[in-house]
């Protein structure tokens, strides 16, 4: 258990729609990330967020935006959702920002979306 | 250019026997991290092991070591010992230098434990 955890489980959402996950990160972790894994492949980084305000930013597309909140909630929102977009869709906490190569992130069990 | 190269998709190892999965990277930075992660059909990434570039010795953290040759930019994991349960997927992940907390993935190898 890493006290990370993530909701809905699991989402299905129709092409066009758009779609809000959530990520409640360990007590004290300022950093959130999202990750999106494609079937077969390795997660892929979406974003990071921290204290509220995104700081870094993988090959995604402007529709895919996020919250931060200062309880360690988070927010994924995908507009104009793509049959692409399905995937599992993880976040990760960790202390800070930017630290030691070895500062480890701790995962939540995921959001499976299915856009048909 | 793809920084974290995963060449098996898959293994197939019977219990309580070792095996290596492998995993090599590209990387200019050099201060970086490797980890390796399991995950189960669940879906969760555990976290098994890190490995950091200046660091001397490979990393062990009890079944799972790491074997680390800097110079071919390999990291590859040995798992000793297999057991029922070590059935899942495995990635190899990597971060560079001491910017954001982006990790970057392989394709990762599924590793099937056999009684």
């Known amino acids: 258990e890493t006290g990370v955890t993530q909701s809905p489980t699991h989402l299905i959402k129709t092409r066009g729609q758009q779609v809000t996950l959530r990520c409640s990160s360990q007590?004290?972790?300022?950093?959130v990330s999202w990750y999106q894994q494609a079937l077969g492949q390795g997660p892929q980084f979406i974003f990071q967020y921290y204290r509220e305000e995104e700081n870094g930013r993988g090959n995604f597309p402007p529709r895919f935006s996020g919250l931060q909140f200062p309880n360690y909630s988070s927010e994924l929102n995908v507009n104009a959702l793509e049959l692409d977009d399905s995937a599992l869709y993880l976040c990760?906490?960790?202390?800070?920002?930017?630290?030691?190569?070895?500062?480890?992130?701790?995962f939540g069990p995921g959001t499976r979306l299915t856009v048909t | 250019a793809q920084k974290i190269t995963q060449t098996q998709p898959g293994m197939f190892v019977q219990e309580k026997e070792a095996v290596t999965l492998d995993c090599t990277y590209d990387?200019?930075?050099?201060?970086?991290?490797l980890f390796w992660y399991k995950q189960p059909s669940s879906g969760e990434m555990i976290f098994l092991i890190y490995?950091?570039?200046?660091?001397?010795q490979n990393a062990t953290e009890g079944r799972y070591s790491l074997n680390f040759q800097k110079a071919r930019k390999s990291a590859n994991l040995v798992i000793s010992a297999s057991q029922l349960g070590d059935s899942a997927m495995y990635f190899c992940a990597m971060r560079e230098g001491t910017g954001f907390q982006k990790l970057v993935f392989g394709t990762g190898t599924r590793l099937l434990v056999s009684p």
């Open positions: 990387t200019s930075d050099p201060s970086y991290g």
């Open positions: 007590s004290g972790h300022n950093t």
């Open positions: 490995q950091g570039s200046y660091d001397q």
């Open positions: 990760a906490s960790s202390l800070g920002p930017q630290g030691a190569p070895s500062d480890e992130q701790y």
